[in-house]
C-alpha cells in the first residue's frame, strides 16, 4: 500500500507543480479571465488523468505479464 501512496504523493505534486506555470501561460495568453482559465484548466486535467491511466494500465498489464513469465523460470 505504500508504493501507491508515493505514487499518488509525487502525481500530486506534478499537477500543482505544472498548475503553476499552466496558469501563468494561459493568464498570458487569454487575459486575467478566470472563467476561461478555469476550464480549460479542467479539460487539461480531464485529458492528463486520462494520459495517466492509460500509463497506469499499461504499466500493469507489462508487469503481470512479466511476473508471469518470470515465475516459468523459477526452479520448483
Known sequence: MGKHRDVLQILVLVLVGMFV???GSIALTYGLEIEKIGLTFVY???LFG???FLVFLYFTVSGSRANK???EYKPK
Open 69 to 71: 513469465r518470470l515465475e
Open 44 to 46: 487539461f486535467i480531464a
Open 21 to 23: 506555470p499552466f496558469l
Open 50 to 52: 486520462f494520459e495517466l
